[in-house]
C-alpha cells in the first residue's frame, strides 16, 4: 500500500498515502502535508481576503484530516474528499464569523415610520450590491427586501427553487465577503 523501497513518496498516490496515514504511517500524512500545504493555504486566502484568517484555517484543516483520517476510504479520491473537508471548515468559519457579528435588533436600529432614518445608507449599499451578479441582485432585493417567496422567484427566472435559495444563499456570502458580516446584516435585514 504505502511501503516505497526506495524512499521517493513521489510515486505514491495521495489515496494510498492517506490510508497509510491511517494505518499509523506518519510518513505518508508528511507527504501529504507537502503536497496540499500550498493549495490549501491558497484555498483560504482566496476565499477570505486574509492570510491572517488562512493560516489559522489552514491549520485547522490539516487538524480535521489528522482526526478523519480513519473515516477515509481509500476506494476514493483524496482530492475531494480533503477539499470537502476544506470548504465544510470556511462555511463553520463563516457562520461562527456572521454570528459573533451579528447586530440585536433594537430600537435604535428600527427605521422611523417617515423614512429618516435607514440601516445603512445608499453609498455602502451600493457597494455592497455591485459584486453582485443582476440575477444575484434581483433574487436576493425580490426575498429579502420585498418578502416575495421563492417559488415565485424561481418562476419568474424559470429556475427551480432550490437554485433560486443557492443563489440567494451565495449571494449572501459574497455579501459577507465585501463587507464587514455586521454591515450585511444591517443592509438586508
Known amino acids: 500500500m504505502f511501503e516505497t523501497t526506495s524512499g521517493n513518496h513521489s510515486l505514491v498516490s495521495d489515496e494510498n498515502l492517506m490510508a497509510g496515514y491511517a494505518a499509523g504511517k506518519v510518513e505518508a500524512f508528511d507527504e501529504l502535508f507537502r503536497r496540499y500545504e500550498r493549495a490549501a493555504y491558497s484555498f483560504f486566502v482566496k476565499r477570505t481576503g486574509s492570510h491572517e484568517r488562512a493560516r489559522d484555517l489552514y491549520q485547522e484543516l490539516f487538524l480535521r484530516i489528522h482526526r478523519a483520517r ?28 456572521f454570528r459573533h457579528h451579528e447586530v440585536p435588533l433594537d430600537d435604535s436600529l428600527v427605521p422611523a415610520a417617515d423614512g429618516e432614518h435607514s440601516f445603512v445608507d445608499g453609498y455602502d449599499l451600493a457597494r455592497l450590491m455591485s459584486g453582485l451578479t443582476p440575477e444575484e441582485r434581483y433574487v436576493l432585493c425580490s426575498s429579502k427586501l420585498t418578502g416575495r417567496e421563492y417559488k415565485e422567484i424561481a418562476a419568474q427566472l424559470g429556475k427551480s427553487v432550490d437554485a433560486v435559495k443557492k443563489m440567494a444563499s451565495r449571494a449572501m456570502q459574497k455579501l459577507c465577503f465585501r463587507a464587514d458580516p455586521a454591515v450585511a446584516v444591517r443592509a438586508l435585514g
Open 70 to 97: 480513519d473515516a477515509y476510504d481509500p476506494g476514493r479520491p483524496f482530492t475531494p474528499w480533503f477539499f470537502q473537508i476544506a470548504h465544510r471548515l470556511l462555511v463553520d468559519d463563516l457562520r461562527r464569523a
